[in-house]
């Protein structure tokens, strides 16, 4: 069974920064690529970063420039470190994990972006 332990939440004021870590642990096979999911106030979970193993990135337009994903191999962990940092990014950030079998989640970290 896969497990997917986020931190690094927390409030901070617009302009400033976090860094989200995900610790994943258990059997992982044909791993496709870990990534972030943010889901806004009332809003639906959207795609904000992913990592394929051989470290390829891809960005949502909104976070271009301002977030960078990262992942140590060795730890299974992969990390989000977010500057710049708007009101509007405020939410709940999911770690996931997708295979050729299925999607794993993690349990979700709250930020909170103080204009």
């Known amino acids: 069974q896969v497990r997917l332990v986020e931190s690094g939440g927390g409030l901070v004021q617009a302009g400033g920064s976090l860094r989200l870590s995900c610790a994943a642990s258990g059997s992982i096979f044909r791993l496709n690529y870990m990534g972030w999911y943010r889901q806004g106030p009332g809003k639906q979970r959207d795609l904000i970063a992913t990592i394929t193993s051989s470290g390829s990135t891809n960005y949502a337009d909104s976070v271009k420039d301002r977030f960078t994903i990262s992942r140590d191999n060795a730890k299974n962990t992969v990390y989000l470190q977010m500057n710049s940092l708007k009101p509007e990014d405020t939410g709940v950030y999911y770690c996931?994990?997708?295979?050729?079998?299925?999607?794993?989640w993690g349990q979700g970290t709250q930020v909170t972006v103080s204009s």
């Open positions: 996931a994990l997708n295979t050729d079998f299925r999607m794993y």
